[in-house]
């Protein structure tokens, strides 16, 4: 039996094994259902076994898929480990920090003073910012993708990562110009609770959960009107009336435009914005002076 497996076979495997979908499992790899049934088709051509049961009542594994799906995750942690070892040692080499973000940490200059006193103190360190879906609430911490990342709390495996504050601010509303409530200068969470909200990918985590104010709801389950990732997705659902949003105050003015009117939300919890990174980085020296301007600015020294 040939064992000469590609890792992406591998990771086609997995998904299929653990969504027992081969549409669902195409959909979370971000390719054709065709594409990943041929090559796991292959796979199992290669390895002289049936790895899925498929039937019209779905599909299974077969016992060499119970088999290998151990194996088959160990060895793609183990991959994604060492890839993630790779580019560590790559920025180092290069005296490269990559810096994450899904949302612009613009906020009345922030990022800018962070880099301009950053640069002054590391001129041969070459920042790297590196924008990346909402689906992804670390913004790259999770795959190594970023040494650092500016995030919202809270963090999904939060036990993973260690992080510094620095803003804190009220959530918003932001809800179509024509809906009932626009008119109002400030609106009660209680009005709102049994509105359509928008909603991050349910990869969030726990930040899905924030910002649809699940802590404040009283047990009552949202509504959902739609999933977003990304602020042009969140302004043109606003814009179709697909439902309301939760925003953070520094955020607003991305989605403030034709349309769309933001309010004041009594009831409920500030958000919070962190810069964040690995606790096995945390030691390293470009993430830690990072860390440490990203205080200090933050406090205002």
Not at 107 to 127: E, K, M, Y
Not at 180 to 197: G, H, K, N, Q, Y
Request: aromatic share 6%; net charge neutral; proline share 7%.
């Amino acid at each position: 039996m040939t064992m000469d497996v590609h890792v992406r076979d591998l990771r086609y495997f997995v998904a299929v094994a653990e969504e027992l979908h081969f549409t669902r499992a195409a959909e979370r790899l971000y390719v054709s259902q065709p594409a990943l049934s041929k090559q796991v088709r292959a796979l199992e051509r290669q390895l002289g076994v049936e790895l899925f049961r498929r039937d019209p009542q779905g599909v299974t594994l077969t016992g060499a898929g119970e088999a290998l799906l151990p194996h088959a995750r160990r060895v793609l942690d183990a991959w994604s480990q060492g890839a993630a070892a790779l580019e560590a040692a790559r920025a180092a080499a290069r005296g490269t920090l990559v810096v994450g973000m899904s949302t612009s940490p613009g906020r009345g200059g922030l990022l800018p003073a962070i880099r301009s006193r950053f640069t002054a103190a590391h001129p041969d360190t070459v920042l790297r910012l590196r924008q990346v879906s909402w689906a992804d609430a670390t913004a790259g911490l999770a795959d190594g993708d970023a040494d650092v990342a500016f995030v919202w709390l809270p963090l999904p495996d939060a036990d993973r990562y260690g992080w510094t504050v620095v803003a804190r601010e009220s959530r918003l509303v932001a809800l179509p110009e024509t809906h009932r409530l626009a008119s109002r200068p400030e609106i009660d969470f209680t009005d709102l609770v049994d509105e359509p909200f928008l909603a991050l990918p349910p990869s969030a985590g726990p930040l899905r959960d924030h910002w649809l104010a699940m802590e404040e709801r009283g047990g009552r389950p949202p509504r959902i009107g739609a999933e977003i990732a990304s602020t042009e997705e969140t302004y043109e659902a606003l814009v179709a009336g697909l439902g309301v949003c939760l925003v953070a105050t520094g955020n607003a003015p991305l989605i403030s435009l034709g349309g769309v009117v933001t309010r004041p939300v009594r009831g409920l919890s500030p958000s919070r914005y962190a810069l964040a990174w690995r606790r096995e980085d945390a030691g390293r020296p470009l993430v830690r002076a990072y860390a440490e301007v990203c205080r200090r600015v933050a406090g205002g020294e």
